[in-house]
């Protein structure tokens, strides 16, 4: 197993297009979160499943934001009408409930131009 | 709503100085505490976890100590390195493990 795995690594994108970021998550984990990082800032939760349940959803999660995990594997999240102050690094992690640790993947900079 | 706060901001120290990262937080209903490693642009690396009912861990020449009560922890880094310098951001677990996190403390080593 090579951990948590996110892609793209880097991401430029015109403000108004649509993106979608993938992460694969570690294979026996059922929990999957994703986390957003502005510049100079720790990490904010956004969302996260308990397999393909999509449990709890941060405010900062607008309507142009949706994530998916359908098959309780990998899951993507998808910005729609991208702005600049989208402009982040999006992180992903997942876990168990015997796991007391979450790994992280290296995650995915968006830059919106 | 909890909050996580992390003094200082930035840090420069000389190599071979021991020094101390704070990170405070206001509710403490915590399950565990967590600190990381972040390199520039890069995820996150797990060094320490703190479980609640335990009152500090260590691992090699860092020392991490957790007082639910007031609501701090500490992150002790012995002998610093220039291999040290990176931002260290602590987070407190809460329910479903969803992680809450500081703003982070910027540490430069210089040789």
């Known amino acids: 197993d090579t951990g948590v795995s996110q892609d793209p690594r880097h991401k430029i994108t015109k403000r108004g297009q649509n993106v979608t970021f993938r992460c694969d998550p570690i294979s026996e984990h059922n929990r999957l979160y994703w986390y957003r990082q502005t510049l100079g800032q720790g990490p904010e939760f956004l969302t996260y499943?308990?397999?393909?349940?999509?449990?709890?959803k941060s405010r900062l999660l607008s309507d142009r934001f949706s994530a998916e995990r359908p098959k309780g594997s990998f899951s993507t999240l998808e910005i729609q009408r991208t702005e600049q102050g989208d402009s982040a690094m999006y992180l992903c992690?997942?876990?168990?409930?015997?796991?007391?640790?979450?790994?992280f993947g290296s995650g995915t900079r968006l830059t919106v131009v | 709503k909890q909050e996580v706060t992390q003094i200082p901001a930035a840090l420069s120290v000389p190599e071979g100085e021991n020094l101390v990262l704070n990170c405070s937080f206001t509710?403490?209903?915590?399950?565990?505490l967590q600190w990381f490693r972040q390199d520039p642009g890069k995820g996150l690396t797990s060094l320490l976890l703190i479980q609640s009912s335990q009152r500090e861990q260590t691992s090699g020449r860092l020392n991490a100590s957790l007082d639910k009560s007031s609501g701090r922890s500490t992150l002790y880094i012995a002998a610093s390195q220039p291999g040290d310098s990176a931002t260290y951001l602590c987070a407190v677990v809460e329910d479903f493990q969803k992680l809450v996190f500081g703003t982070g403390t910027r540490l430069l080593v210089s040789p």
């Open positions: 499943f308990q397999n393909e349940a999509q449990l709890e």
């Open positions: 509710d403490s209903a915590i399950y565990n």
């Open positions: 992690a997942s876990t168990t409930m015997g796991t007391l640790i979450p790994t």
